[in-house]
């Protein structure tokens, strides 16, 4: 029996006919043209065509312009068409047609089948709170923030001001890449000792996600050199070397560390909403497929912002939805088709006062995170993460920030700076 994976796009058009549009997706992608074949030549490819799931048209309301005529359609692709990664099923689905004219990828189900290629993130979670051996409340990483061009001092300084202030987790700035002078090893050698010494104060464990750079030929040797020196995470520019990459790394079993996805490039994929692919697609399902542990991307409340629905929908899929959906299959009952979860991170512009918005909409299952909100506390960087996890205290316990403020001065502080939003 064939197994099909299932794309379903948002197509734009004023006077397409959408049902005959959707025939030519499922055909042209995959057997390439169906009508000519002579009849013997059908029942051979049959199993490679590709089937029209739905088509949904809206047609504009009263009032709204020609060119807000849509449809949603539904294509399931079948599997014997591509192999089990992600490259192949990405060209299969939205190769050519990403470029042909307003069409946008908004969801993607994948078969049993596909899954069974794909291990999911390694902890997940469950198994990056188990590392902290925190359960009871949301996680607060740090960004490390303008420290190119920095000697190791300097960068040992930073880092232990802000594994000072209470932060569960670092993250090397994306834009620090291999350079004469904090090369990897020796960022991760003077990053951990300086956590050593914050921990004698805070008495927390703390995950630093070292970026991991370089050639791509090279990048599993250089992930497993910085767990030979101790890395306890990694922070990986996906997009820019693609899911394929992720994948190969979080499936690795040496490489036995937390992933962290960062969103860079994204915003030439998703915001548009007549091309590119959807934001919960590329930043939810892919990189959860792919096997990232935590996954930024913007939140709907800071400097870079995306839309709500977009985040709720990148929450759902990170957390809880189950990426699969058969067509016309049973499945096995030993293929495991539950991906373990991968923790959210909304970032960009994060301060203290957003915390209670964070909250309300991610739940405890969320790791808030901040770079110039931690450094730009104006009592300074220690001041900064503490002035979050009192923001992250108040909020859990039902306080009012303004009212918890009034005791922790920490906070009093970043508020008069950056406000509240509520
Ligand atoms: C757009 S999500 C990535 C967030 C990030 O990496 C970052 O450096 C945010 O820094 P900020 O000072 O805006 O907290």
Redesign the pocket.
């Known amino acids: 029996m064939s197994s099909y994976c299932l794309a379903t796009y948002r197509s734009f058009d004023e006077k397409a006919d959408y049902h005959k549009k959707a025939t030519g997706i499922a055909v042209g992608l995959t057997v390439g043209s169906w009508t000519d074949l002579p009849e013997a030549q059908k029942a051979s490819m049959e199993k490679h065509l590709g089937k029209v799931v739905a088509v949904e048209v809206h047609e504009p309301a009263p009032g709204e312009p020609a060119s807000s005529r849509y449809a949603d359609i539904t294509i399931a692709y079948p599997d014997v068409n591509f192999s089990r990664d992600i490259p192949a099923l990405l060209v299969t689905v939205f190769g050519k047609l990403s470029m042909d004219g307003k069409i946008k990828l908004i969801d993607l189900a994948f078969s049993a089948d596909f899954l069974a290629g794909f291990p999911g993130p390694k902890f997940g979670m469950q198994g990056v709170r188990d590392l902290l051996g925190v359960y009871d409340r949301p996680l607060l990483m740090s960004?490390f923030?303008s420290v190119v061009g920095y000697e190791l001092p300097a960068l040992r300084e930073q880092f232990y001001l802000q594994a000072a202030g209470g932060v569960d987790l670092i993250k090397d700035?994306?834009i620090l890449f291999e350079n004469p002078l904090t090369p990897i090893e020796k960022r991760i050698a003077i990053c951990l000792e300086a956590a050593e010494q914050a921990k004698k104060e805070t008495h927390q464990k703390l995950l630093y996600a070292t970026n991991l750079t370089g050639p791509t030929s090279k990048l599993a040797s250089q992930a497993k050199k910085a767990v030979a020196e101790g890395a306890n995470a990694l922070l990986f520019n996906v997009l820019s070397y693609g899911f394929d990459v992720l994948h190969e790394l979080s499936a690795d079993p040496e490489i036995n560390i937390p992933i962290m996805a960062?969103?860079a490039m994204a915003g030439a994929m998703y915001p548009s909403p007549h091309y590119g692919i959807s934001a919960s697609v590329l930043l939810g399902k892919l990189m959860r497929l792919a096997g990232a542990d935590l996954v930024?991307?913007?939140s709907p409340y800071?400097?870079?912002v995306m839309p709500k629905e977009e985040n709720l929908a990148i929450k759902h899929v990170l957390l809880t939805q189950d990426l699969h959906k058969d067509y016309t299959y049973q499945v096995p009952a030993d293929v495991k088709l539950k991906l373990a979860t991968s923790f959210p991170v909304p970032?960009?512009?994060?301060h203290p006062g957003l915390v209670p918005l964070i909250l309300r909409d991610f739940g405890h299952d969320v790791i808030v995170?901040?770079?110039?909100?931690v450094h730009g506390h104006p009592m300074g960087t220690i001041a900064g993460g503490r002035a979050f996890r009192q923001a992250i205290d108040a909020t859990l316990q039902g306080h009012l920030l303004r009212e918890y403020a009034q005791t922790h001065p920490e906070l009093q502080s970043a508020i008069d700076t950056w406000g509240i939003k509520e």
């Open positions: 960004i923030k700035d994306e960062h969103p930024l991307f913007p800071g400097s870079v970032s960009a512009g994060i995170n901040a770079g110039g909100g």
